[in-house]
């Protein structure tokens, strides 16, 4: 099994939808969760990121985080053309960077 | 510059031949990494860089695999005598590594390396 398991997709979905991203994952040591965004041919940005369990908001985006399930999401509300990328989930059990462990990555494509 | 940069943007080379890669950081960022993404793939630790600390090389699939950093500016990846598994994307992010928040990484837009 591996360490992060991610939904590679690709997913497709109409403008205006609500899209439904998730990770799953095994190590309980992982406090720190992140969403990065990749667009194509370019490096990943970061999105959200979250510590332990519970939710964030910011704009369109909410991150949601079940330690008890070991199981993470990003909601996009109202998509957009431009929400058209790769997202990569990303976990750490320490607050640095060398520790991150990210996902696959789930590609997504917001129809006009 | 305003970002992390990265050269060259594509390399091809034939297997055997050596391969230098360069990363750009952020002025004043004291975090460098590296990493690779395969096709399909997650990003995969390479090594990390802090200050002047000893490298975190603990991701680096093997000896053909090195990388060095000048004080806190511009890092250079080498794989020597490449393989046709080492085609992928190349990835440099760096940080502030503050302790305030987590550690946000900025990633310049890679090197896709092909190797034949």
């Known amino acids: 099994q591996k360490e992060v398991e991610q939904d590679p997709g690709p997913l497709s979905v109409p403008e205006g939808a609500i899209v439904s991203l998730n990770c799953t994952y095994s190590?309980?040591?992982?406090?720190?969760f992140m969403w990065y965004r990749q667009y194509s041919r370019k490096g990943p940005e970061l999105l959200m990121y979250t510590y332990s369990s519970g939710n964030k908001e910011d704009g369109r985006f909410t991150a949601q985080v079940d330690k008890s399930s070991k199981y993470i999401s990003l909601f996009i509300r109202d998509s957009q053309p431009s929400d058209s990328a790769t997202y990569l989930c990303a976990m750490s059990p320490s607050l640095y960077g060398q520790n991150f462990v990210f996902g696959p990555g789930t590609r997504l494509s917001v129809l006009p | 510059g305003a970002g992390v940069s990265q050269s060259p943007s594509n390399k091809v080379t034939e297997k055997g031949k050596d391969v230098e890669l360069r990363c750009d950081p952020i002025s004043g960022h004291t975090a460098l990494y590296w990493y690779r993404q395969r096709l399909g793939q997650g990003l995969e630790f390479l090594i990390y860089f802090q200050g002047n600390s000893a490298p975190d090389k603990s991701g680096l699939p093997s000896d053909r695999f090195s990388a060095e950093r000048t004080g806190e500016s511009v890092s250079t990846l080498t794989i020597q005598r490449t393989q046709q598994e080492d085609s992928a994307v190349y990835l440099c992010?760096?940080?502030?590594?503050?302790?305030?928040?987590?550690?946000?990484?900025?990633f310049g837009p890679g090197t896709r390396l092909t190797v034949l």
């Open positions: 190590n309980s040591a992982f406090q720190y």
């Open positions: 992010a760096s940080s502030l590594q503050t302790t305030a928040s987590t550690d946000t990484q900025y």
